[in-house]
């Protein structure tokens, strides 16, 4: 064992004196001993036995994000992409009322797995009134199919897509835009009834789009983002969301969905997104996750005034209503969405303020941690 450890042969070892012997021994030893406790601390680490990382702060803020994908957007197809999504809600005017909120609730999956079974019967138990609507792969992309024939970029994408985590981020945006209402990935567990999450005067503002934070911690380090995981210490959840039919900020969404997914394919030599047979955990967070939702959020809330980034958000206590193009985004602080997670002071499972609880046990990023 300890001429494994050092590399040294069998000859080579029993030719040593006895006492050179008891030392390499122990050296061997040692180094086995340092190497069992660096992976007992792993285990415990990936396992999330309630360890801590450390979260360092630095005294300004560390949040200064500009997704790759906005650096040189392609102007001309977002508009020409932004236009067809446009002309698809003009055509549906005088179907919906733009003042109520739509009593539906989106969930998809491939199936139900037991372990989901009751944070999904969670939606329709505690919100009789909602219509529950569970897609499968099949009735997702016969409703992306139809409902998006007058968007031939955005079918093709969906269904180009290797991985179901950008088709089913990507579907949530498509749902949300053509009928509004909530959607919650199937491991969110619906604490209170919909009705009961806001007070009746915030339900009747004029948003019409409701978002919680997911992470506030803009001042963290850059070493410690990377240990917990994140690709960005601010943004908001895209696991639960709330809408009417059309609004802005999901149709920013979809526009950059696409527009990134065909950024990425040219920084990759690809004639288009559908040659792409694999994306990373930044690509799918910067193309199709809260990365580029976060961003579709705060810039749709910039179009007059320039001053809006997650300072007007950090450490907020209250449901903040903020003007966006045709609307208004609430902001729900990160106790109503995002308990239960050992940073941003997102408080337990079971504050007061808990509207649904996300578990994260089907999230495609490996690094989280909960209490």
């Not at 300004?60 to 932004?82: C, G, K, M, Q, W």
């Not at 968007?151 to 269904?159: C, D, G, M």
């Not at 934070?213 to 983002?225: F, L, T």
């Not at 527009?259 to 967070?285: F, V």
């Amino acid at each position: 064992m300890a001429s494994m450890v050092l590399g040294l042969s069998n000859r080579h070892f029993t030719q040593l004196s006895g006492k050179h012997r008891q030392q390499i021994l122990l050296v061997a030893f040692l180094v086995s001993t340092a190497l069992w406790l660096s992976l007992v601390r792993y285990r415990q680490i990936r396992l999330h036995e309630n360890v801590d990382p450390p979260l360092k702060l630095s005294p300004i803020p560390t949040f200064r994000h500009v997704s790759v994908y906005r650096r040189a957007p392609d102007v001309i197809f977002e508009n020409f992409l932004d236009s067809v999504l446009v002309n698809l809600k003009l055509s549906y005017a005088g179907s919906y009322d733009r003042d109520v909120w739509p009593k539906k609730v989106f969930q998809t999956a491939k199936k139900v797995d037991k372990k989901y079974m009751e944070a999904v019967s969670s939606w329709s138990r505690l919100n009789p009134e909602h219509e529950h609507v569970l897609m499968n792969d099949v009735t997702a992309t016969e409703f992306v199919e139809k409902a998006f024939l007058s968007a031939p970029q955005v079918v093709h994408l969906y269904n180009s897509f290797p991985d179901p985590v950008l088709k089913a981020d990507l579907l949530r945006y498509l749902l949300l835009y053509l009928y509004g209402g909530v959607y919650a990935d199937i491991d969110v567990y619906c604490r209170k009834p919909i009705a009961e999450w806001l007070p009746e005067k915030l339900w009747k503002s004029n948003a019409d789009i409701i978002v919680g934070v997911e992470i506030d911690e803009p001042y963290a380090m850059e070493e410690s983002q990377k240990l917990w995981g994140w690709h960005r210490p601010f943004g908001f959840a895209q696991y639960t969301i709330v809408s009417k039919p059309f609004a802005r900020p999901v149709r920013t969404a979809i526009v950059r969905v696409v527009a990134h997914a065909h950024h990425l394919a040219k920084l990759k030599n690809k004639a288009n997104p559908a040659l792409l047979s694999r994306y990373s955990a930044e690509d799918i967070y910067e193309i199709s996750g809260p990365g580029v939702w976060t961003d579709a959020l705060i810039d749709s809330m910039n179009y007059k005034r320039k001053d809006i980034s997650w300072a007007q958000f950090y450490g907020m206590t209250e449901p903040t209503i903020l003007p966006s193009e045709g609307g208004a985004v609430m902001a729900l602080p990160i106790q109503y969405f995002g308990n239960g997670q050992k940073h941003s002071n997102a408080g337990d499972y079971s504050n007061e303020q808990a509207c649904v609880t996300h578990l994260f046990t089907k999230s495609w990023k490996r690094n989280s941690w909960f209490l």
